[in-house]
């Protein structure tokens, strides 16, 4: 993927670093009515970038050629008329549209890990499906390398090699999580699993709580934590300490990585002298659920201005 990666950054940059080029190449858009305003840059620390700009160049591919052909440099963007190399870039296109997808679902707050290892295990076997489906020549999962007129079967056989790498690093690189499945899947699905194939100290109380129909009401209509919070302390002290310990696993570093973009953002220019207390206390504020309960606060305050 690397080589298509460079290419396309590389046309990128030609179109953006040119200051005449970069003023043209929008009015050209417009002129031709195009969706798009303008190509993107690309940025490593961005997750979804690589997938975002291959994405906006396939979609403007047919326009920057007649551009750089308008402009008599068509040196620039000959591999974009090359069907061999159109093929690599359609897929791989296509193929990080899907990981985008996936990285999307991943993301936001109130993420569990076993929601992330759900979205995994289906990433996972749409792999398979998708390297099963190429080996068949059937393309309904890769729309843009399906437009590429008489793909080659060695490229498609490269394609199908491609994901079954891809694959087996996702199994290698979240065995961990393979290892705690029935632990995921008490936290997840108290009610479905097999009470005698749980630890012993869970078991009598699942038995319980699976023989309870108003908590299985319950379960269906609240969200996860907060079903365990609405359970006895008393009646299921290790099933509660189970959900504890699931909940409280960073399943990815969204957060850390909110946090860090937040404290970026107060902590500014015109911000110098702010002292670590109280950024502390900014990112506090910015970060948390809760509402200040602003009347109560006003009613602890007997004069709301000092003296002058």
């Not at 190399?85 to 296109?93: H, I, V």
Request: proline share 2%; hydrophobic share 40%.
């Amino acid at each position: 993927m690397k080589p298509v990666l460079d290419a396309v950054v590389k046309l990128v940059n030609t179109i953006r670093s040119r200051r005449l080029t970069h003023r043209q190449f929008p009015d050209f858009l417009q002129s031709v009515q195009s969706e798009y305003s303008d190509v993107l840059y690309y940025t490593k620390v961005r997750w979804l970038s690589a997938g975002c700009v291959l994405e906006r160049v396939w979609q403007l591919k047919d326009d920057i050629v007649s551009f750089v052909h308008e402009k008599q440099c068509s040196a620039e963007c000959e591999m974009l008329e090359d069907t061999e190399w159109l093929s690599d870039f359609a897929f791989f296109t296509d193929l990080l549209c899907h990981m985008n997808n996936l990285n999307v679902k991943m993301q936001g707050k109130n993420r569990f890990i076993d929601d992330i290892w759900a979205h995994l295990k289906a990433f996972k076997l749409k792999l398979n499906l998708f390297a099963g489906q190429l080996a068949k020549s059937d393309l309904s999962h890769f729309s843009r390398l399906n437009s590429i007129p008489l793909v080659n079967e060695e490229k498609l056989k490269n394609y199908e090699d491609g994901l079954k790498k891809l694959h087996f690093e996702f199994e290698r690189r979240f065995q961990d999580f393979s290892a705690i499945q029935k632990e995921l899947d008490i936290f997840t699905m108290p009610f479905n699993v097999n009470c005698e194939a749980v630890r012993s100290d869970l078991q009598l109380e699942l038995i319980e709580l699976q023989s309870n129909n108003h908590l299985k009401q319950s379960f269906l209509n609240m969200q996860k934590l907060e079903f365990y919070k609405s359970l006895s302390k008393v009646s299921f002290p290790n099933l509660i300490s189970h959900a504890q310990k699931i909940s409280a696993m960073f399943a990815s570093s969204y957060i850390c990585e909110q946090v860090f973009s937040t404290m970026n953002f107060r902590k500014n220019y015109f911000r110098s002298r702010l002292t670590d207390e109280h950024l502390a206390s900014f990112l506090r504020i910015s970060t948390s659920h809760f509402e200040p309960q602003y009347k109560e606060l006003l009613k602890m305050k007997s004069q709301f201005h000092s003296s002058h």
